[in-house]
């Protein structure tokens, strides 16, 4: 039987089979299910992390290390009462109006729920009354905006502005290839040049 801290190294490695495998045997052996997700899952996730962020991993194998994570919470999610989940806060995030670029923001998206926070996601071509209505419904801490466009990263501050004519009191993240820090200072919003600096950035926010 494995240990749950060797969980880590399944999700290093993308091997989703393995992990199905493994995290079964776990909960059929009773293990914690917060304890698989935070030392198993979320421990290897943070390797990968930190491995993109050196350089040492590229974007094909954190996607396969995201999936085969997924597919172990899939397991012990059902098992975890919605208060029981470990949450960082809630983040409501889309590719903004007019552009159907998500590779990148899924990507996002992943690294940040493997963090721990809850996602909002809204897909691509999000609006600003998506945004508005998904911070309401959810009293969401950040909204996050990729753009990959120049002429969709303008909309960012439709966003903001919108958000903030409702009296809204949330943080705004900002990523996708054209923007700049600059820029993402005169919207009013924190810049961050992938998805690991979106978790670094996300964890100071609601620090
Ligand atoms: Co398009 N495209 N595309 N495209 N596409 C670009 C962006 C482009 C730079 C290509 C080029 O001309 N060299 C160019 C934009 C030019 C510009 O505006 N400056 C372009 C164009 C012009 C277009 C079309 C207009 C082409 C056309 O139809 N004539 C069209 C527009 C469609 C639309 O959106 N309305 C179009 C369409 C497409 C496809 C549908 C074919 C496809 C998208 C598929 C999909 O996403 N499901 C596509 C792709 C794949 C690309 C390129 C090749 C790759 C983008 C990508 O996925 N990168 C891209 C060229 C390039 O970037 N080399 C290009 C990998 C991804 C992991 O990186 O998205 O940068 P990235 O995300 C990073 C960071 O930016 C950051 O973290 C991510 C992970 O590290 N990040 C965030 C992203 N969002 C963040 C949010 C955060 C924080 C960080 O906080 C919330």
Known sequence: ???????????????????????????????????????????GMNVVGEKFKAGDMFVPEVLMAARAMNAGMDIVKPLIADKDMPSLGTIVIGTVKGDLHDIGKNLVVMMLESAGFKVIDLGIDAKVEQFVAAVKEHNADIVGMSAMLTTTMTYMQEVIKACQDEGLTVQYLVGGAPLSPAYSEKLGAIYAADASGAVDTAKALTA
Not at 7 to 34: C, M, T, W, Y
């Open 1 to 43: 039987m494995l240990n749950i801290a060797d969980l880590g190294q399944f999700v290093i490695d993308g091997n989703e089979p393995g992990i199905i495998e493994n995290v079964n045997l776990l909960v059929e052996a009773k293990a914690d299910p917060i304890a698989i997700i935070n030392e198993g899952l979320l421990s």
